[in-house]
Structures are given as structure tokens and as C-alpha cells.
């Protein structure tokens, strides 16, 4: 068996990224993955099985798709064969492609059709303890993989501020069948700050979330880069290219713990 660790969407600060571990050549069943995730104590496991299948797990739960693991899980393969791009497959038998351009890793992503529906202020507030919402900005679902309520907040002070009501958002998550809450705001044209809650993971909150910044990029309809993970103290960059309607790259560097 071999076991990476790294951490994904790095930047030059030295406990910068989410970490993931890397599992190659695991012989265990289902229920053993998930006990090994459990005592991992890291955000997510991605193993790397025959025929290029993958797993994800997290402390709690097995995934269908965990980006920030997929794409760690990309860069021991892509680093041991010296090559820019490969695919892997899911549990499921989706195939996930993944390129390499100078020290970007990146997936790509589609979007998937959700509900429009309209979520009262009050469920909001009750959710995340905060009233700071922005109505300039999308709240709605949307997903790339996982389905996220991305909420809009006026400001990055109010985004560092929050204190989320977890207990009740983990409970509204599994009734809709959700994956948690995407907060955010925006401190420029293209770039915004976020934070995001799913604690029905065992985790939480977040310090990186691709397919959240990929859901992002899908309700803004544009490219666009993300700062997450600094008030845990793990500050992250998540880099969306948003090449089409349904085609989306998400992507960031790499570290080695």
C-alpha cells in the first residue's frame, strides 16, 4: 500500500491547502475505507483502485466526487507517468478528466440541472445567524457533482463573522437531500471570498470546495478565483474556468505535506 498526503488549492503559505490522502494499492473492502478515513484525521481520502477507479471518503460518509481529493489523487498519477493529462473513473463509472498546465492541476466538471427554487430570508438566517445578505448576487442551488445552496453575503467582514446554526444545518441538508451551505462574497469583479458548511461530513466547515467554487462559477456564468480557508488558518485559491454552458475546469496548485 502506498499513502500520500498533500494538500489541494495550495498557495505560498506554508499550511495553505485541504489536506487529502492518497491511497494506492488499498486491498479492503467498502467498510474498511471507511474506517481507515475515520482515523485518517484529514479532510478526505481518495483511493486509487484497479482499471483507474477511484473512491472518495470522508470522515463520516463515502462521496461520489470530492475535487480537492480527485485532484490529489490526479497529481501522484500524473507526477509518477510525467504526464499532462488523465482520466480516472467513479463508483459509479463516471469519467473524471484531469490536465496539468505549469503547476495548476485542474478537473473538469459539468454542470447539472437543479431546482429554482426561492429560499425565505428567515430559513436563511436561521441556517447561518446572519441577516447581511446580498440580493445583488445568486442564492440559489447549483451543482457540479454535489449539490450547494450558495448564499450571497454583503461583505467579507460578515462572511468572517459568521456562526452558523450547524446542528440545523447538517438536519435541513440531509431532509433536502443537499450537501450544505456555499457563503460568500464578493470582493471584486472575479474574485470572492467563501466559506463552506456540510457538517453531515463530520467536517465542520471546509478549508477548500472545489465543486462549491465550480457551482460558483456555474450560477455567475463567468471564470472567476476564490480565497477560502483563511479563518481556519489554512488559506486556499481555487481557480474556476468557466469554458461553456456545461464545460468547467476546476482547478489550483498542489502541495506535498
Same mark, same amino acid.
Given at each position: 500500500?502506498?499513502?500520500?498526503?498533500?494538500?489541494?488549492? $495550495?498557495?505560498? !503559505?506554508?499550511?495553505?491547502? +485541504?489536506?487529502?490522502?492518497?491511497?494506492?494499492?488499498?486491498?479492503?473492502? @467498502?467498510?474498511?475505507?471507511?474506517?481507515? @478515513? #475515520?482515523?485518517?484525521?484529514?479532510?478526505?481520502?481518495? %483511493?486509487?483502485?484497479?482499471? *483507474?477507479?477511484?473512491?472518495?471518503?470522508?470522515?463520516?460518509?463515502?462521496?461520489?466526487?470530492?475535487? !480537492?481529493?480527485?485532484?490529489?489523487?490526479?497529481?501522484?498519477? &500524473?507526477?509518477?507517468?510525467?504526464?499532462?493529462?488523465?482520466?480516472?473513473?467513479? #463508483? $459509479?463509472? +463516471?469519467?473524471? /478528466? %484531469?490536465? #496539468?498546465?505549469?503547476?495548476? /492541476?485542474?478537473?473538469?466538471?459539468?454542470?447539472?440541472?437543479?431546482?429554482?427554487?426561492?429560499?425565505?430570508? +428567515?430559513?436563511?438566517? !436561521? &441556517?447561518?445567524?446572519?441577516?447581511?445578505? @446580498?440580493?445583488?448576487?445568486?442564492?440559489?442551488?447549483?451543482?457540479?457533482? $454535489?449539490?450547494? &445552496? &450558495?448564499?450571497?453575503? %454583503?461583505?467579507?467582514?460578515?462572511?468572517? *463573522?459568521?456562526?452558523?446554526?450547524?446542528?440545523?444545518? #447538517?438536519?435541513?441538508?440531509?431532509?433536502? +437531500?443537499?450537501?450544505?451551505?456555499?457563503?460568500?462574497? *464578493?470582493?471584486?469583479?472575479?474574485?470572492?471570498?467563501?466559506?463552506?458548511?456540510?457538517?453531515?461530513?463530520?467536517?465542520?466547515?471546509?478549508?477548500?470546495?472545489?465543486?462549491?467554487?465550480?457551482?460558483?462559477?456555474?450560477?455567475?456564468?463567468?471564470?472567476?478565483?476564490?480565497?477560502?480557508?483563511? /479563518?481556519?488558518?489554512?488559506?486556499?485559491?481555487?481557480?474556476?474556468?468557466?469554458?461553456?454552458?456545461?464545460?468547467?475546469?476546476?482547478?489550483?496548485?498542489?502541495?506535498?505535506?
Amino acid at each position: 500500500m502506498i499513502v500520500k498526503n498533500l494538500s489541494c488549492f $495550495s498557495t505560498d !503559505h506554508p499550511q495553505s491547502g +485541504n489536506p487529502a490522502t492518497v491511497i494506492l494499492n488499498f486491498t479492503g473492502n @467498502a467498510a474498511e475505507m471507511q474506517q481507515y @478515513a #475515520k482515523e485518517s484525521h484529514t479532510a478526505a481520502c481518495a %483511493f486509487v483502485l484497479p482499471d *483507474q477507479v477511484v473512491r472518495f471518503f470522508y470522515p463520516e460518509m463515502e462521496s461520489e466526487l470530492c475535487i !480537492h481529493a480527485a485532484l490529489c489523487a490526479a497529481k501522484v498519477l &500524473l507526477d509518477k507517468s510525467n504526464q499532462k493529462t488523465i482520466h480516472l473513473k467513479t #463508483k $459509479s463509472g +463516471n469519467i473524471l /478528466y %484531469f490536465q #496539468k498546465e505549469d503547476a495548476i /492541476y485542474q478537473i473538469k466538471t459539468c454542470i447539472e440541472p437543479c431546482t429554482k427554487e426561492v429560499f425565505a430570508q +428567515n430559513l436563511l438566517s !436561521h &441556517l447561518l445567524n446572519t441577516e447581511d445578505f @446580498a440580493e445583488s448576487l445568486p442564492c440559489q442551488l447549483a451543482s457540479i457533482g $454535489s449539490p450547494k &445552496l &450558495l448564499v450571497p453575503l %454583503f461583505s467579507e467582514q460578515a462572511l468572517a *463573522q459568521l456562526s452558523p446554526n450547524l446542528e440545523a444545518i #447538517k438536519d435541513w441538508s440531509i431532509k433536502q +437531500n443537499i450537501n450544505g451551505i456555499y457563503a460568500y462574497a *464578493q470582493l471584486s469583479e472575479n474574485i470572492f471570498a467563501a466559506r463552506n458548511f456540510n457538517p453531515k461530513t463530520g467536517l465542520t466547515e471546509d478549508i477548500a470546495t472545489g465543486v462549491s467554487a465550480g457551482a460558483l462559477a456555474s450560477s455567475l456564468g463567468r471564470s472567476i478565483k476564490i480565497f477560502q480557508g483563511q /479563518y481556519l488558518g489554512h488559506p486556499s485559491c481555487i481557480e474556476v474556468n468557466y469554458e461553456a454552458s456545461d464545460t468547467i475546469w476546476v482547478g489550483g496548485k498542489i502541495r506535498e505535506q
